[in-house]
């Protein structure tokens, strides 16, 4: 089973469709999608998402916003919403939904904001408040954190003590960083700078300790991206997929 995340950037625009090629190549089998939008773009890369067997899907884009930055989970298999009175409350940026796979999980979708406005912090509170208390039996949160761990998951120095505790939080209660779980040295990034080219890993799934017997792989790639194409093609994001086995 592959489990795909993906900041796909402003909703997809005029890339959508290719985005939507890209995915499909990725023969991904659940897609958590951040920047997805409200928009006309975004509407048609979900229906192009459905048409490829993704076609049971959940999203907190509002079409009365349609240019706000919202979520979008599509699943082969039928997904229900799930309420956690802990959850983030900012209602574009996460979403939990119960995955009715031959293996059930539930999957929390997040795009954490950044340190702007002052919502970044309580946001990942209420994750690992979450994570914490979770009851709800197998599960990974994923998407873009806009964190990491200082001096490992950076190019230059961005992270702080704050985003590094939140990391170190979770894997204290038993939450892992699949990437990291596999390969605890590894330096990769998942987007980088306009301005200084600076690479930083921000883009990540965690793993509880009910389904981490079942990863099998976590590793990053940049879609349409080749030797004779630039790496950002379709997204300044890398997309991360997950492997988890199915028995």
Aim: with cysteine; glycine share 8%; charged share 20%.
């Amino acid at each position: 089973m592959r489990i795909l995340a993906w900041n796909i950037r402003g909703g997809g625009g005029v890339r959508a469709a290719a985005i939507a090629r890209q995915i499909a190549r990725w023969s991904a089998d659940v897609v958590a999608l951040s920047e997805f939008r409200g928009t006309p773009p975004s509407r048609a890369l979900a229906t192009q998402l459905a048409g490829v067997g993704l076609a049971h899907q959940l999203t907190t884009a509002d079409r009365e916003l349609p240019n706000a930055n919202a979520l979008l989970i599509a699943s082969r298999w039928p997904v229900r919403r799930v309420r956690l009175r802990a959850g983030p409350s900012l209602r574009h940026r996460w979403i939990a939904a119960s995955v009715a796979a031959p293996l059930p999980f539930v999957l929390g979708a997040m795009h954490v904001p950044n340190r702007a406005g002052g919502k970044k912090y309580p946001f990942l509170d209420a994750v690992l408040t979450c994570a914490r208390g979770w009851r709800l039996g197998p599960a990974l949160f994923i998407g873009d954190t806009n964190s990491g761990r200082r001096g490992l998951d950076e190019e230059v120095p961005a992270f702080n003590a704050i985003e590094e505790r939140w990391v170190d939080g979770l894997t204290a209660c038993g939450w892992a960083d699949a990437f990291r779980h596999l390969r605890p040295d590894a330096r990769v990034y998942t987007w980088y700078s306009p301005n200084g080219a600076n690479g930083f890993r921000i883009d990540q799934a965690f793993v509880n300790a009910a389904l981490l017997p079942r990863l099998k792989d976590a590793s990053y790639a940049w879609g349409g991206a080749s030797l004779r194409r630039r790496r950002a093609l379709l997204s300044d994001h890398a997309a991360l997929l997950v492997e988890l086995a199915e028995s």
